[in-house]
Antibody
Framework: QIQLVQSGPELKKPGESVKISCKAS????????MHWVKQAPGKGLKWMGW????????TYADDFKGRFVFSLEASASTANLQISNLKNEDTATYFC???????????WGQGVMVTVSS | DIQMTQSPASLSASLGETVTIECLAS??????LAWYQQKPGKSPQLLIY???SLNDGVPSRFSGSGSGTQYSLKINSLQSEDVSIYFC?????????FGGGTKLELK
C-alpha cells in the first residue's frame, strides 16, 4: 500500500536550520509530484508548494520563497524540506502529500512537528 | 488566490443526526472541490473530490454537492468517530487553498 513516512519531531532555536524527510513507498516515486503543506498550531492548512519528482524542479508558493528548499533523494524515494534561518512563526506541523491528480491529496505523511523556541 | 470560506466554524450535533457544512469560494471553481477530515494529531484524510466523488473506503454516509462557488458536505446518521475538523479545498487553480475548517463535536 502507498505510504509516506516522515522524520521525527524537531526542536530548534531561532536562526537555525532544519531538514525534514518524507520517504515514499508502494508506488513509483518519480510518477507523482510531492507537495508540502504547513499547519500552524490550532490553525488551518497552507500549501507550500511542490517538487517534480522526475525532474527535481521545485515550485514554491509566494509565502515560502527564500528560506524554504524542496529537494529529492530519488534513489531513496525520499523528498526533503529544508527551512533555514528559522523564525518563531515557522513553529508548525509540516506534511508531505502525494497528489492523485491536479492538487487532490489522498496520501499524506504523518506530519513533522517543528518547534522554534529560544 | 481563491479564498475559501467555511461555515459554521464549529458545530455540535447528536449521534444519528444529519449535519451539513458549507464552503464558499471567492470565484467559480467548476466543482474542483475536495473535503478532508482531520482528527487531532493526525494528517488530513480525503473524503470527497470533484465536489461529489467519494474517496475509496469512505463511508457512504458522507456526501458532497454543489457547483459554481457554493459547496456542501453532508454527514448522514452522525457517528462518534465523525468527531473531527473538516476542511474544504479548491484544486481549480494554483495555489490550492483551504477553508478555515469546521470543528464538529458531539452534543
Amino acid at each position: 500500500q502507498i505510504q509516506l513516512v516522515q522524520s521525527g519531531p524537531e526542536l530548534k532555536k531561532p536562526g537555525e536550520s532544519v531538514k525534514i524527510s518524507c520517504k515514499a513507498s508502494g508506488y513509483t516515486f518519480t510518477d507523482y509530484a510531492m507537495h508540502w503543506v504547513k499547519q500552524a498550531p490550532g490553525k488551518g492548512l497552507k500549501w507550500m508548494g511542490w517538487i517534480n519528482t522526475y525532474t527535481g524542479k521545485p515550485t514554491y508558493a509566494d509565502d515560502f520563497k527564500g528560506r524554504f528548499v524542496f529537494s529529492l533523494e530519488a534513489s531513496a524515494s525520499t523528498a526533503n524540506l529544508q527551512i533555514s534561518n528559522l523564525k518563531n512563526e515557522d513553529t508548525a506541523t509540516y506534511f508531505c502529500a502525494r497528489d492523485y491528480s491536479s492538487y487532490i491529496y489522498p496520501y499524506w505523511g504523518q506530519g513533522v512537528m517543528v518547534t522554534v523556541s529560544s | 488566490d481563491i479564498q475559501m470560506t467555511q461555515s459554521p466554524a464549529s458545530l455540535s450535533a447528536s449521534l444519528g443526526e444529519t449535519v451539513t457544512i458549507e464552503c464558499l469560494a471567492s470565484e467559480d471553481i467548476y466543482s474542483n472541490l475536495a473535503w478532508y477530515q482531520q482528527k487531532p494529531g493526525k494528517s488530513p484524510q480525503l473524503l470527497i473530490y470533484y465536489a461529489n466523488s467519494l474517496n475509496d473506503g469512505v463511508p457512504s454516509r458522507f456526501s458532497g454537492s454543489g457547483s459554481g462557488t457554493q459547496y456542501s458536505l453532508k454527514i448522514n446518521s452522525l457517528q462518534s468517530e465523525d468527531v473531527s475538523i473538516y476542511f474544504c479545498q479548491q484544486n481549480y487553480d494554483s495555489p490550492p487553498t483551504f477553508g478555515g475548517g469546521t470543528k464538529l463535536e458531539l452534543k
